[in-house]
């Protein structure tokens, strides 16, 4: 029997494991010390009050004959699939509900969404970034190049110089983990060089509720062009919590077409042939997210964030530290004092305040010297981190 | 931008659209007539109070910070994979844990797993079967062979005479459509195979919950040497009405090894780049399912279909049509009478009688004059078809 070998060139998840050992050996030397966790990406508010009547209805619905619901379709409820078309109408951008199939999370898609296209593309990835695209593509067998993001183009690098044909590129604004965001112009590069190369847009959006500056675009398809040559990952996690539920959505638009194929028609038939559908319980909680109360609700949430992000970057502004993000993502992202590398800040940070980052240099060389806080954490610790941060 | 070629090679699901398109022309010329709908896999009783009571509990869970779950663990929780192992324990087999990975359903997993294996090695795929297989292989580009399901061989088939190396061999017993079960001596020979030729089993379980005689297998682990060459994929879809919660589970030995490599732990690695875990509510609600009362309820259920299709067989029985299935299986698959085709039969059956199944032909060439009725239908309509297979 011979093995996917590509399955061997997956790096393990070094990043998370690393850390929860330095902090495991933190806690056993330091038993009596309280630990500010700012390390993590997962949402800690409960579900919003909408949702949650929501879901237990659903729940009630599967218990009786009458509204009892088997095997849903494979791209979504039409009801979800409408709340996700009336969300991108507040965003200026029309689309049609079959353009818009729904998934179990943003990190099934992402993979998913590449079996549309052939091993033989090339890949273009920013460095650093989120690890899950290139952990899909190297599964796949795709050879990947990587754009770097540095603190010369503010972790927003432009498409290459060189016009490489057929690539797959992937495009995440805001960024994780550098919380910088694309303007307009920025994007419109890329929509262009896409047309132009005849390559492919991945846009994760997973993001895009923290998007608050209103000259920013928080979909790729506010820029003109982009419906010929990008699909967008986007999902429930971020905007309303949704890492235990898990429902997301993908966005292909029927104007997609390559060696004369409807994009979108022919990722409809492999989902046919692959999947059978989210679960109705969180389509449902996920369609409470976009009415009005639920909208209400899940503001008040990423207000609650934001204001934590606020309070990080204020105290890095004091200090004179470099950093991207915080503004329009729960992410701050900034250069470790003292010209110190991720680890050794990492560590220097723990044993000297209890506080657990994440290291820049687990997404990517170019995070060396850099480090990501989270602003998923409570306002009292997050005050308390931003406390240490102006003792530096 | 190339394409992946493979996609185009998906035939249209043709079988239930053609259905639908035939029964709506049905309606439309005999709007006073009462469909008997037996056409569908899906289950039709609500889920058992056990699993909404729980279900419930889990959403309260998401709506307090004390109890929310965000990102859990990509294979599934602990709770789940040790009710998991305890229930494989009363059919005599020994499991770890982590031998047990939690899937959002049969569908996904019989494609996700195939990831481990490389697209050079060939296919032995049962004909009539369950289109699925096919179809996740045809997507990753692999040759496909077919293994003759007959009423010769009673439509269980044996491996074949002669002895090809690296194969991947599905085997669904019971089988969907046929409802034909394998006893311990046939997945014997299938074990033997695959040892002897390096090949590995893909042993499709998703209606183990149907088999009644005790000396059938209802897991290929009851087989001596298969935590050697084999993996098994199941679903709380058809022992508990899962269909619309999303929940199934793949057990991969840990004593399976190709090439040097322990395809658990290659599995493993997948599940962490590719996947962020199945929704905690339908994960808490497949839980109860295994708890004592859990397990009485969908025992009820299952009789409930079970009488089904013993009605459906007796009328068969009585009118001398051979058939298979019905004991094991919420199938009954028998030779249409008056050596129609089948789907000359599904018009017959419909424009007489008023009663939707599935012509066999639509799961595979060998299919042809052969017709599947599913007892998942109510008992009084269950019983009107009975009447009508009498009148034959």
């Excluded at 949402?43 to 919003?48: A, E, I, Q, S, V």
């Excluded at 009050?49 to 729940?59: G, L, P, R, S």
């Excluded at 943003?106 to 052939?118: K, M, P, R, Y």
Aim: with cysteine; net charge neutral.
């Amino acid at each position: 029997m011979r093995l996917n070998e590509n399955l061997n060139r997956l790096s393990k998840s070094y990043l998370f494991t690393e850390i929860a050992k330095r902090v495991e050996e933190y806690r056993i030397s330091n038993p009596d010390s309280v630990l500010i966790n700012l390390g993590v990406g997962d949402y800690t508010l409960p579900l919003c009050d909408t949702v949650i009547k929501e879901m237990h209805k659903a729940v009630d619905d599967q218990s009786k004959k009458e509204t009892f619901r088997g095997y849903g379709p494979e791209e979504g409820y039409l009801f979800l699939r409408n709340s996700v078309k009336n969300y991108y109408k507040t965003k200026g951008i029309d689309l049609e509900a079959d353009e818009i199939f729904i998934s179990d999370g943003a990190n099934s898609d992402i993979g998913n969404v590449l079996e549309l296209f052939s091993s033989d593309n090339p890949v273009l990835v920013p460095d650093p970034v989120y690890p899950a695209y290139v952990d899909a593509n190297i599964i796949q067998g795709r050879k990947i190049s990587y754009l770097d993001a540095t603190i010369e183009n503010e972790f927003l690098p432009d498409p290459p110089g060189e016009k490489i044909p057929s690539q797959i590129i992937y495009i995440c604004s805001p960024n994780n983990p550098t919380g910088a965001t694309y303007d307009q112009k920025q994007l419109q590069n890329f929509v262009d060089y896409a047309l132009e190369t005849d390559s492919v847009i991945m846009f994760d959006a997973a993001y895009e509720a923290f998007v608050s500056e209103e000259y920013l675009p928080s979909s790729i398809f506010q820029i003109p062009g982009a419906k010929k040559c990008a699909i967008e990952i986007c999902s429930f996690s971020k905007i309303a919590g949704f890492t235990g539920v898990r429902c997301g959505y993908t966005v292909i638009p029927k104007k997609m077409t390559y060696e004369g194929f409807n994009i979108n028609m022919l990722y409809k038939r492999r989902l046919a042939a692959r999947f059978n559908g989210v679960s109705y319980i969180s389509q449902v909680g996920a369609g409470a997210v976009f009415t009005k109360s639920g909208m209400t609700q899940v503001s008040e949430n990423l207000d609650y964030f934001r204001k934590n992000a606020k309070v990080l970057s204020e105290a890095l502004k004091k200090k004179g530290i470099f950093f991207t993000g915080a503004k329009n993502s729960p992410y701050v992202w900034f250069r470790c004092p003292y010209e110190m590398k991720s680890w050794e800040f990492f560590d220097f940070f723990l044993k000297k305040f209890g506080i657990v980052g994440t290291p820049g240099v687990g997404f990517g060389k170019n995070g060396e010297n850099f480090f990501r806080l989270s602003s998923f954490g409570g306002t009292e610790e997050t005050q308390l981190a931003a406390q240490r941060i102006l003792q530096l």
